[in-house]
């Protein structure tokens, strides 16, 4: 029998009445445009809320990525270092420069970059005088790398650290929002994020020269001048007017939001939690002062002997009956386009590839639906 159409997504959009009233007004006043005033407000109000001078609106978080690389200096020939336990986008933009990615693994407890393998990666270059032109950072599900020891270990080595903040919109480490660590931080608006225009990005500094850039590479580069001149190649990239008016009413929602993905990620860890084999993502880890994940995916592994059936066995069923659940991110290491990439590590992303299964977190999942995801997954591994 076919699967019936999906009725419980993954992720998907949560939107209301000032996303609507303030799209409204962006198509009122006739800014229908990749600039206006809602995308310099949006702008303004983001780079408040994360308490950073500058962010750039752009189309989407992978042309975030790419003005980050390029203002890192990234170029032909260079290897970067990125996480390999993400989503493609993390490393296509490095590609897009004749770039060479070298993937790292993640650490067990949060999924994201082990430092010391990055330290080792770091070391090895520095001995063959290989140039590591910047490092991804890609704060996964929505909790932010160690950026503690991240930070210092880039500056030892003089290379640029660039967060890839897409799926962690209102996580804090240490007090300091997501997308502020390193020289440039990215921010994904995409459809399945915690907060959404439908497909959008922006990129965060605190170099105003560099958002100044990023602006001018992301309208295609165009000099001062009346007429169409141009001394370097540029993008379009910059986001539209109607989508960053829906940004604003979203991110005024973006704490409500928060808080709703963390407490289904707290409901699902009460009812399941005791489950033989089944361990949640970030349970081990300890929330220290001013840290905080976002909740924007709750993940877990099912260790099938212990559980009695397998990851897959789960996400069948769950999509028999119209439940979204997604394995967690094949690692780029073993992606067919990345086979030629070096990988330090990798067997930490390939188990919790094979193991690891997303359920669906919206903000907007009610405690119905959570309930009865709850009672099929119990019914799976132990019915
Ligand atoms: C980790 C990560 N990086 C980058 C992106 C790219 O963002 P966008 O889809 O806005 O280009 C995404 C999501 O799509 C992502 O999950």
């Known amino acids: 029998m076919p699967d019936p159409p999906i009725r419980i997504y993954l992720s998907p959009p949560d939107v209301g009445p000032a996303e609507r009233e303030l799209l409204l007004d962006a198509f009122d006043s006739n800014w229908v445009a990749p600039l206006g005033p809602h995308v310099d407000a949006f702008e303004r109000e983001m780079a408040d809320y994360l308490g950073v ?7 989407s978080g992978t042309a975030a990525l790419h003005l980050a690389l390029l203002q890192a200096g990234v170029g032909p020939g260079d290897r970067v270092l990125c996480s390999t336990l993400t989503f493609a986008a993390s490393a296509n ?29 770091l070391t090895d270059a520095a001995a063959t005088g290989e140039r590591i032109a910047a490092v991804v950072a890609v704060d996964l599900y929505g909790r932010c ?57 922006m990129l ?21 001048a009346p007429h169409y001149q141009h ?28 808080a709703r993905r963390r407490a289904i ?13 089944v361990q949640f993502l970030g349970a081990e880890v300890v929330e220290g002062d001013g840290d905080r994940s976002n909740g924007w995916l709750t993940c877990l592994t099912i260790d099938a002997q212990a559980a009695g059936a397998t990851r897959e066995e789960v996400r069948r069923h769950l999509r028999s009956l119209g439940i979204e659940a997604r394995p967690v991110w094949k690692p780029m ?3 067919p386009v990345f086979a030629d990439a070096p990988v330090y590590g990798g067997a930490v992303a390939a188990r919790v590839f094979e193991h690891g299964l997303c ?25």
């Open 231 to 258: 001394s370097e190649i540029g993008y379009n990239y910059r986001l539209s007017n109607l989508l960053a008016a829906v940004g604003r009413g979203q991110l005024q929602g973006l704490e409500d939001k928060v």
């Open 333 to 335: 290491h073993l992606q």
């Open 53 to 59: 001078p500058h962010a750039v609106a752009l189309s």
């Open 265 to 277: 990620q707290d409901g699902y860890q009460s009812a399941l939690g005791d489950l033989p084999g």
């Open 145 to 201: 790398c160690d950026f503690a020891a991240l930070e210092p270990l880039c500056a030892e080595y003089g290379v640029p650290l660039i967060e890839d903040a897409a799926e962690a919109l209102g996580a804090r480490l240490g007090g300091r929002a997501a997308g502020t660590f390193g020289l440039a931080g990215v921010l994904s608006f995409n459809g399945n994020k915690i907060i959404t225009t439908g497909g959008g990005g």
């Open 204 to 224: 965060v500094t605190e170099d105003g020269a560099a958002a100044r850039q990023a602006r001018h590479l992301a309208t295609q580069a165009r000099d001062p």
């Open 93 to 121: 933009p490095i590609r897009y420069l004749g770039a060479h990615p070298v993937f790292v693994d993640a650490e067990v407890a949060a999924w994201n970059l082990d430092v010391a393998l990055v330290r080792e990666a």
């Open 359 to 383: 359920l669906p977190t919206g903000s907007a999942l009610t405690d119905v639906e959570q309930d009865e995801i709850c009672g099929e997954i119990r019914a799976v591994l132990h019915g």
